[in-house]
């Protein structure tokens, strides 16, 4: 199984970006699938959550608002849009891959989670 995480980048605070994760899992829609951040320094931090079918998504405090998680079944992908973006949202980015469970599923925690991308940097400059 791989997880390959791309759109990572340097923007300027205030800015917007998009990461996608393709997923090489034979049934993609069965999977529940997340992202977390790691800066340095820091522990690994939950970012946001997608149910295998996309009906049900639930995002982290830090990012309530500016941040949206959706996915394409038909494409094995999941993407995380990030607006506003300020400084203290540059870290690593990883997607993980958690299945298969139920349709309506949310895993939160990383320990929940089977597979894990490589991670993608995302930087934000003040």
């Known amino acids: 199984v791989q997880l390959q995480a791309s759109g990572g980048g340097l923007v300027q605070a205030g800015g917007s970006l998009s990461v996608s994760c393709a997923a090489s899992l034979r049934t993609f829609s069965t999977y529940a699938m997340g992202w977390f951040r790691q800066a340095p320094g820091k522990d690994r931090e939950f970012v946001a959550a997608?149910?295998?079918?996309?009906?049900?998504?639930f995002v982290a405090d830090s990012v309530e608002g500016r941040f949206t998680i959706s996915r394409d079944n038909a494409k094995n992908l999941v993407h995380l849009r990030m607006n506003s973006l300020t400084p203290e949202d540059t870290a690593v980015y990883y997607c993980?891959?958690?299945?298969?469970?139920?349709?309506?599923?949310?895993?939160?925690?990383?320990?929940?989670?089977?597979?894990w991308g490589q991670g993608t940097q995302v930087t934000v400059s003040s």
């Open positions: 993980a891959a958690d299945g298969p469970v139920p349709p309506t599923y949310l895993s939160i925690g990383p320990d929940d989670y089977d597979y």
């Open positions: 997608i149910s295998p079918n996309g009906g049900a998504s």
